[in-house]
């Protein structure tokens, strides 16, 4: 009975934290970008300008020759772009599209 318990803990406990692992990976800290609550009491022009260091930086990547980089580079990279992109949406928000917005006043009708 005990080594089932064990065997059952043991592989949740594992993949418990290395998933906390990976989420604590590379942060927008790292890449030099500030946080939501900096970008918050940014200006306009302040938050082009972030916007535009954001463009040169995913055409500096577009333009290198990738071939030559290890995989640990290359995944660094796509991790760099990934915050990137999470930032420009946090500078320039979230925008819903016309489908999910018939979807979502369709369900608010059904539920209420």
């Known amino acids: 009975m005990?080594?089932?318990k064990i065997l059952f803990y043991l592989p949740a406990l594992l993949l418990f934290f290395s998933l906390r692992g990976l989420s604590e990976g590379m942060t927008g800290a790292a890449?030099?970008?500030?946080?939501?609550?900096?970008?918050?009491?940014?200006?306009?022009?302040?938050?082009q300008a972030l916007i535009e260091q954001l463009k040169e930086r995913v055409e500096e990547i577009k333009a290198m020759d990738k071939t030559q980089l290890t995989k640990q580079e290359r995944k660094e990279l796509r991790t760099e772009l990934k915050d990137?992109?999470?930032?420009s949406r946090a500078v320039t928000g979230v925008y819903i599209s016309i489908g999910a917005l018939i979807i979502i006043i369709l369900l608010l009708i059904i539920i209420l």
Do not use: D, F, H
Not at 84 to 87: F, I, L, P, S, V
């Open 2 to 4: 005990k080594t089932r």
């Open 84 to 87: 990137m992109k999470k930032e």
């Open 31 to 47: 890449l030099n970008l500030p946080g939501k609550e900096a970008i918050a009491t940014m200006s306009e022009e302040q938050k």
